[in-house]
């Protein structure tokens, strides 16, 4: 049984040996939800994540060696009426693609994976992150995240939720682009 603390949080940039992985379980997804995908389109969006630019992102979970999850920070641009609150300005991140293998769920993982994305997102000066969620809005609710509005994207029923970044900044540790791979 994997504890935690084991566990180790580094940007995919410096661990790309886990990029075929990471692109396959975003394949997956894709999938599961019915969206048109193939594995290729989904690695070479995923280039773009290990770029040196500051978005998108895409943090990892290892534990030892082992990859077993990951989640994105991504840039949307989100078609809908004006009545709803999503900024359409390119500001707006979007936390995307959060997964972590059957066999390390609840165990804490998914949550040190959003917390290192909310960290990496406030320490490059964002207020806010967004998501949507077809399912597990319970998961989000119990950790602060608000539904903003029902929707549907790709066809499918989703919940658009938002968390305030600002009381991260109480957070003393070290930015996630500056930890070292050893």
């Not at 840039?75 to 995307?96: E, F, G, K, M």
């Amino acid at each position: 049984m994997t504890r935690k603390s084991n566990i180790k949080i580094r940007l995919l940039q410096q661990a790309p040996e886990h990029f075929a992985q990471v692109a396959a379980w975003h394949h997956q997804e894709c999938e599961r939800q019915g969206l048109q995908s193939t594995l290729a389109i989904r690695q070479q969006r995923l280039l773009l994540h290990v770029q040196q630019n500051v978005l998108p992102k895409t943090i990892v979970a290892l534990d030892g060696d082992q990859l077993v999850g990951c989640v994105s920070l991504v840039n949307y641009s989100y078609r809908t009426d004006s009545s709803v609150l999503i900024p359409s300005n390119s500001a707006a991140v979007w936390l995307s693609n959060l997964y972590v293998t059957s066999e390390q769920r609840q165990r804490g993982i998914g949550n040190l994976l959003i917390e290192a994305a909310k960290k990496y997102a406030a320490d490059f000066g964002a207020n806010e992150l967004w998501l949507s969620a077809a399912e597990f809005t319970d998961y989000y609710q119990k950790r602060d995240w608000e539904i903003v509005r029902k929707t549907r994207l790709g066809g499918r029923p989703v919940n658009v939720m938002r968390i305030a970044l600002k009381s991260l900044a109480v957070i003393e540790t070290q930015p996630l682009n500056k930890i070292a791979t050893a």
